[in-house]
């Protein structure tokens, strides 16, 4: 058998790739797989009316989808290419995209406030300063971690006058109302059950310090199907302008997928979800940015690294959505 050197082959390769036959086969998508959580209402409501199935059902392309249980579980899945579009906090897509995750920003799905400072009914933590010492329950690579990071720094402290205690959001709930830690770094809708099943204290909010809910793709998926993922946003549109429409329909579907009771997830939806939002511009820019230079002075982000031009990098605000 004739053997190739691996130039040539490359060579040959390279060629090849310019023909139609390859370029279809480059083209001819099967599946979607995108993520759904329940820090993002309007993803459940999207799967649960199969609406991308229906969008691309024509195309024979298959839907997948794919639980996040947090911001650092999405981001981890893009990295390694399980999932092409995950939903995030604007701050944990930021600082993944600093340490090389190779995603873009791309829609607005919610304007929340789904992240405090908690501890128990009973607790004397009243302040970020009392946590000096304590220990603390926290999802690294999250906005509540995040928040956490920017608090201390508010308080002239840092993670090393806490404890951190990593654990899952759903799993810190449970570490606090336990006992177990001292405070937790909440994220909604455990945060909202702690509340009002537990009588778990919310000791710090900052509405403002919450950075969006962004949704992400893969920047190797938005360049080879750009059309596909302009049209996973006008669904993602859809969605949000009937969650928007009908409250009623939205609880219904959030109740079916967590079991909540009703009280828990009007806290969360109603109190600390705006959902009016769906192009990334100057508000959001402006809250990552904020959110990424605090981290650079916390120290968490190299004092060397050009924050804005990350996050240029890091949002494209070019895929066109349907106008409202």
Same mark, same amino acid.
């Given at each position: 058998?004739?053997?190739?050197?691996?130039?040539?082959?490359?060579?040959?390769?390279?060629?090849?790739?310019?023909?139609?036959?390859?370029?279809?086969?480059?083209?001819?998508?099967?599946?979607?797989?995108?993520?759904?959580?329940?820090?993002?209402? !309007?993803?459940?409501?999207?799967?649960?009316?199969?609406? =991308?199935?229906?969008?691309?059902?024509?195309?024979?392309?298959?839907?997948?989808?794919?639980?996040?249980?947090?911001?650092?579980?999405?981001?981890?899945? =893009?990295?390694?290419?399980?999932?092409?579009?995950?939903?995030?906090?604007?701050?944990?897509?930021?600082?993944?995209?600093?340490?090389?995750?190779?995603?873009?920003?791309?829609?607005?799905?919610?304007?929340?406030?789904?992240?405090?400072?908690?501890?128990?009914?009973?607790?004397?933590?009243?302040?970020?300063?009392?946590?000096?010492?304590?220990?603390?329950?926290?999802?690294?690579?999250?906005?509540?971690?995040?928040?956490?990071?920017?608090?201390? *720094?508010?308080?002239?402290?840092?993670?090393?006058?806490?404890? @951190?205690?990593?654990?899952?959001?759903?799993?810190?709930?449970?570490?606090?109302?336990?006992?177990?830690?001292?405070?937790?770094?909440? /994220?909604?809708?455990?945060?909202?059950?702690?509340?009002?099943?537990?009588?778990?204290? /919310?000791?710090?909010?900052?509405?403002?310090?919450?950075?969006?809910?962004?949704?992400?793709?893969?920047?190797?998926?938005?360049?080879?199907?750009?059309?596909?993922?302009?049209? !996973?946003?006008?669904?993602?549109?859809? #969605?949000?302008?009937?969650?928007? #429409?009908?409250?009623?329909?939205?609880?219904?579907?959030?109740?079916?997928?967590?079991?909540? @009771?009703?009280?828990?997830?009007?806290?969360? *939806?109603?109190?600390?979800?705006?959902?009016?939002?769906?192009?990334?511009?100057? @508000?959001?820019?402006?809250?990552?940015?904020?959110?990424? /230079?605090?981290?650079?002075?916390?120290? !968490?982000?190299?004092?060397?690294?050009?924050?804005?031009?990350?996050?240029?990098?890091?949002?494209?605000?070019?895929? @066109? *959505?349907?106008?409202?």
């Amino acid at each position: 058998m004739h053997k190739f050197s691996r130039r040539a082959f490359a060579a040959l390769l390279a060629v090849s790739t310019f023909l139609p036959g390859a370029a279809l086969a480059a083209d001819a998508l099967k599946e979607i797989r995108i993520d759904w959580a329940t820090y993002n209402p !309007v993803s459940m409501v999207l799967k649960q009316k199969g609406l =991308l199935e229906k969008e691309f059902a024509k195309d024979g392309i298959s839907i997948v989808w794919v639980q996040s249980a947090g911001s650092n579980k999405a981001l981890e899945f =893009l990295n390694a290419g399980s999932i092409d579009l995950g939903s995030t906090a604007g701050s944990a897509a930021l600082v993944a995209r600093i340490n090389g995750n190779p995603i873009k920003s791309i829609y607005v799905y919610s304007r929340p406030e789904w992240t405090a400072l908690v501890t128990t009914k009973d607790s004397k933590i009243a302040s970020v300063a009392d946590l000096k010492g304590k220990r603390v329950a926290v999802t690294r690579g999250t906005d509540p971690h995040i928040f956490l990071v920017r608090a201390l *720094l508010g308080a002239g402290l840092t993670e090393k006058d806490i404890t @951190p205690v990593l654990l899952q959001h759903a799993d810190g709930k449970t570490a606090l109302i336990r006992g177990d830690v001292d405070a937790w770094a909440g /994220l909604d809708p455990m945060m909202a059950q702690a509340e009002v099943e537990e009588g778990a204290k /919310l000791f710090y909010r900052k509405a403002d310090a919450n950075t969006w809910g962004i949704l992400n793709v893969r920047e190797a998926f938005l360049k080879a199907h750009p059309d596909i993922v302009r049209r !996973v946003l006008a669904t993602y549109e859809e #969605a949000r302008k009937y969650s928007l #429409a009908n409250y009623d329909e939205l609880k219904k579907t959030f109740i079916a997928v967590t079991k909540l @009771p009703d009280a828990v997830v009007d806290k969360q *939806l109603k109190e600390r979800t705006e959902l009016t939002h769906s192009r990334i511009g100057a @508000p959001q820019r402006e809250s990552i940015l904020a959110a990424g /230079l605090a981290l650079q002075q916390a120290g !968490v982000i190299d004092a060397k690294t050009d924050v804005k031009a990350a996050l240029d990098a890091l949002i494209d605000d070019q895929v @066109p *959505l349907p106008s409202n």
